[in-house]
């Protein structure tokens, strides 16, 4: 079955920083556009950014709220997606979903809480 | 920034009635390539999201004959022909046409 699996969430302070990560299993990882999408307590659906695949240019697009303070990468070779968040702020408290880029596919999603 | 507008935001419906949700984009879905990038999510309590419907009208695999989606442009549209107790949800529309949206989400519950 395909999957995606995120990992590396937790409490972190206001101002600190964390990487999450996504795995891919049993897709050509390498082919596909990934995003990254949050969802607050309570709250609806909000992208994050997309990495494209390297043959397509591997260009990277950020949501307003977070252009230079996030930074998405990918590892071909490790079937994995990353996502290092900096200069972390309370209302980005959240679950970071890895996703293939329009939408198919899913992770279980990773909580990220940042209070002090 | 694309902007999507869900409507209704809260939809109560009896059991084996149809149901119905609009989505509005503040700009043409239409990509350069003739594709229109708007699908539909559903996201049961206490799940991730699972895509329903990609390219306005495609059914993804495994998904109910009962879920369906029109539109173009701007205006979409997708409809539930007889809801059951499992369709209890949050449903939201998606653009990846430009970068991409969501929808504020609708919360379709039981009468």
């Known amino acids: 079955e395909v999957q995606l699996v995120e990992s590396g969430g937790g409490l972190v302070k206001p101002g600190g920083s964390l990487r999450v990560s996504c795995e891919a299993l049993?897709?050509?990882?390498?082919?596909?556009?990934m995003s990254w999408v949050r969802q607050a307590p309570g709250k609806g659906l909000e992208w994050v950014g997309r990495?494209?695949?390297?043959?397509?240019?591997?260009?990277?697009d950020y949501a307003a709220p977070v252009k230079g303070r996030f930074t998405i990468s990918r590892d071909d070779s490790r079937n994995t997606l990353y996502l290092q968040m900096n200069s972390l702020k309370t209302e980005d408290t959240g679950v970071y979903y890895c996703?293939?880029?329009?939408?198919?596919?899913w992770g279980q999603g990773t909580l990220v809480t940042v209070s002090s | 920034d694309v902007v999507m507008t869900q409507s209704p935001l809260s939809l109560p419906v009896t059991l084996g009635q149809p149901a119905s949700i609009s989505c509005r984009s503040s700009?043409?879905?239409?990509?350069?390539?003739?594709?229109?990038?708007l699908s539909w999510l559903q996201q049961r309590p206490g799940q991730s999201p699972r895509r329903l419907i990609y390219?306005?009208?495609n059914r993804d695999s495994g998904v109910p004959d009962r879920f369906s989606g029109s539109g173009s442009g701007t205006d979409f549209t997708l409809k539930i022909s007889r809801v059951e107790a499992e369709d209890v949800a949050i449903y939201y529309c998606?653009?990846?046409?430009?970068?991409?949206?969501f929808g504020q989400g609708t919360k379709l519950e039981i009468k």
């Open positions: 998606m653009q990846t046409t430009h970068s991409s949206t």
């Open positions: 990495i494209r695949s390297k043959s397509d240019g591997g260009t990277i």
């Open positions: 996703i293939t880029a329009g939408g198919g596919l």
């Open positions: 700009q043409s879905l239409l990509s350069s390539d003739g594709n229109t990038y």
């Open positions: 049993r897709f050509t990882f390498s082919n596909a556009w």
């Open positions: 390219k306005v009208s």
